[in-house]
């Protein structure tokens, strides 16, 4: 079936320094989400995009964070500056319609801030 | 505010016994519920759905059905398989919030021979 294929898997790095999250999302789908997932809880919505835009972004998105899809390329989530709350497992999903409930995601990227 | 409650966190099977696992959720609004699974080392993958005008979806051998009196989504089969052994999600959302989904915690499911 259609695969959301992220990159990296796994990515360690130091409080402070700059991290960039990549997806690459169904080929003809439309909007692309990121959610969050820290050890032993359940997964939590960051934000939704479509149309170049962030449509929708939850309390857990920090100014830190920030999302974009240049060009029709990856899909990106930036972290900058990274904190050690900032740990976790972050999964990529697109769609093809925006109200579904039905997401494609990725296998998710381990996030380790030290 | 809106949530989802699962509260299973691990469900151990011998295979060929029924499956059920629990959800219930909390919602402002009549919202739509969902089960997505995740096998080990891939990515959660969307199981069930639910419907508008109370059909029961069915997809793999397992069902659900939503109760509105009880809030509840409960996920079943009636024979379990080794290959059911996966991560179980209940998530809802509402049909205007864009794909947000709001997820429960998940259960474990081992199904043993």
């Known amino acids: 079936g259609p695969k959301v294929l992220q990159i990296p898997s796994h990515q360690i790095i130091d409080m402070g320094q700059m991290v960039t999250l990549n997806c690459d999302p169904v080929?003809?789908?439309?909007?692309f989400y990121w959610y969050k997932q820290i050890l032993g809880q359940q997964m939590e919505f960051l934000v939704n995009?479509?149309?170049?835009?962030?449509?929708?972004k939850s309390k857990l998105f920090k100014d830190q964070f920030s999302v974009e899809r240049p060009d029709g390329s990856y899909f990106t989530l930036k972290i900058q500056p990274t904190a050690l709350e900032d740990s976790a497992v972050y999964f990529c999903?697109?769609?093809?319609?925006?109200?579904?409930?039905?997401?494609?995601f990725g296998e998710g990227s381990k996030l380790t801030v030290l | 505010g809106d949530s989802v409650t699962q509260t299973e966190g691990l469900v151990t099977l011998t295979e060929g016994l029924p499956v059920m696992l629990n959800c219930t959720y909390q919602?402002?609004?009549?919202?739509?519920l969902f089960w997505y699974v995740q096998h080990l080392n891939e990515a959660p993958k969307l199981l069930l759905k639910?419907?508008?005008?109370?059909k029961r979806p069915e997809h793999q051998g397992f069902h659900a059905t939503l109760h509105k009196s009880s809030s509840s989504f409960h996920l079943q089969k009636s024979s379990a398989q080794l290959s059911d052994s996966a991560l179980y999600y209940c998530a809802l959302s509402y049909g205007s919030s864009g794909n947000k989904l709001i997820f429960g915690i998940g259960t474990l499911l081992s199904v043993k021979p």
């Open positions: 919602s402002t609004y009549s919202p739509f």
């Open positions: 995009f479509y149309n170049g835009k962030v449509m929708e």
């Open positions: 999903a697109s769609s093809r319609g925006g109200n579904t409930g039905q997401l494609y």
């Open positions: 080929s003809n789908h439309l909007y």
């Open positions: 639910s419907f508008t005008d109370n």
